[in-house]
């Protein structure tokens, strides 16, 4: 089972930035899609951004031009570049890997794609 801990969450003012990482396990986020989904008070969860065994990318429409999924293998770390902050952006943020898969993405962020997930990491913009 690989274990996934999301930090780097916490409050700040709209326009600010944050970077979230997450830490996993194994040798996890150079061989798995791995991705960040996020979730606000009483809406469904939803995907913001994708990483496939390449490196290459997908974003959800509304974080495009702002947000930034990166990872550094040799640490087996993922990391959410997220800058120009929205209110709309509050959520409880959540690392998860397709442990199952090959390696690729789909841009459809299907949750139950997804097998290993982190327990979240809050962020709160504020105005």
């Known amino acids: 089972q690989v274990q996934l801990v999301e930090s780097g969450g916490g409050s700040v003012q709209a326009g600010g930035s944050l970077r979230l990482s997450c830490a996993a396990s194994g040798h996890t986020v150079n061989r798995y899609c791995m991705a960040w989904f996020r979730q606000a008070p009483g809406k469904e969860r939803e995907g913001v951004a994708n990483?496939?065994?390449?490196?290459?990318?997908i974003y959800t429409d509304s974080v495009k031009g702002r947000f930034t999924i990166s990872k550094d293998n040799a640490k087996n770390t993922l990391h959410l570049q997220m800058n120009s902050l929205k209110l709309e952006d509050t959520a409880m943020y959540y690392c998860?890997?397709?442990?199952?898969?090959?390696?690729?993405?789909?841009?459809?962020?299907?949750?139950?794609?997804?097998?290993?997930w982190g327990q979240g990491t809050q962020v709160t913009v504020s105005s």
């Open positions: 990483i496939d065994s390449d490196g290459d990318t």
């Open positions: 998860a890997a397709d442990t199952t898969g090959a390696g690729s993405c789909w841009g459809d962020f299907q949750e139950y794609e997804y097998s290993s």
